[in-house]
């Protein structure tokens, strides 16, 4: 099983250890919160110092997120080491598989979400390589391991997305009415909001109504931690640490 480490921005390198043969870099929740192109370059050099290869992760999209991405794209694709994109957005999907046929494609966990352990087929179709869930949706679901002749499976740990939307709540923190408000990322400076949400929704996510949920941002997430024990019988083909809460 390999071992990589999800970073949003240039300061989670911190976080590296010997352990980790890739990075992931991105954002699969929110595109506003998408690295800019100076920290994907110092992303870029710090995988290329360590000789590991680099993964770039990709939000649901609109026609202006997909401007951002294809220019992150191509900063990320004219160096040596991008070598696979997560998406989360069959747009985005269509676009890295006609503009980057050399990348390999991963479903992202938001993707993903809408039919946990459901037929890969449609996307290994489309090309998708391998697909990626919550780690704590995995376990709640009673998941094994990924059917024989399926697309392989990724998890990440310890933050499991419950819901996320494009509206995001966080946006009138700074004292603005209430409503669509411009992105300030105000997510960024707010301190997580614990939260009580309808126990259907937590079924569905596949967390424990005992689990705090807090807002951050445009997501609800809970954080669960990692029992070594649990993750021989899924047959992960990769685990993908990610330090801080996604937003």
């Known amino acids: 099983m390999e071992h990589a480490l999800l970073v949003t921005r240039a300061a989670d390198l911190a976080h590296w250890e010997a352990r980790y043969t890739r990075l992931y870099l991105g954002h699969d929740l929110c595109a506003r919160l998408l690295p800019g192109p100076a920290a994907c370059d110092e992303v ?9 290869r680099l993964t770039f992760v990709t939000p649901l999209a609109d026609s202006l997120a997909l401007g951002t991405i294809r220019t992150l794209l191509a900063r990320l694709a004219a160096g040596d080491v991008l070598d696979e994109a997560v998406v989360n957005d069959y ?37 998708v390589r391998r697909v990626e869930y919550d780690l704590e949706l995995l376990l709640r679901l009673g998941a094994m391991a990924a059917p024989d002749g399926g697309l392989p499976w990724a998890a990440y740990y310890p933050h499991a997305v419950v819901n996320c939307s494009r509206y995001c709540p966080t946006a009138g923190a700074s004292g603005r ?52 024990a649990c993750l021989a019988p899924l047959g992960l083909s990769r685990l ?6 996604p937003v």
């Open 177 to 228: 009415p209430p409503g669509i408000q411009p992105c300030r990322k105000e997510c960024r400076a707010t301190p997580p909001l614990r939260v009580s949400i309808d126990p259907r929704l937590c079924a569905y996510a596949g967390v424990p109504r005992t689990r705090a949920i807090v807002l951050k941002g445009n997501s609800l997430l809970a954080t669960a931690p990692l029992d070594p």
């Open 91 to 127: 747009g985005v999907l269509g676009l890295v598989a006609r503009d980057y046929p050399g990348l390999a494609l991963a479903a992202g966990r938001a993707l993903s979400f809408a039919n946990p352990l459901g037929d890969t087929t449609a996307l290994a179709d489309l090309g």
């Open 44 to 52: 870029a050099r710090f995988a290329r110092a360590r000789g590991v």
């Open 240 to 245: 993908i640490y990610e330090p801080e809460l």
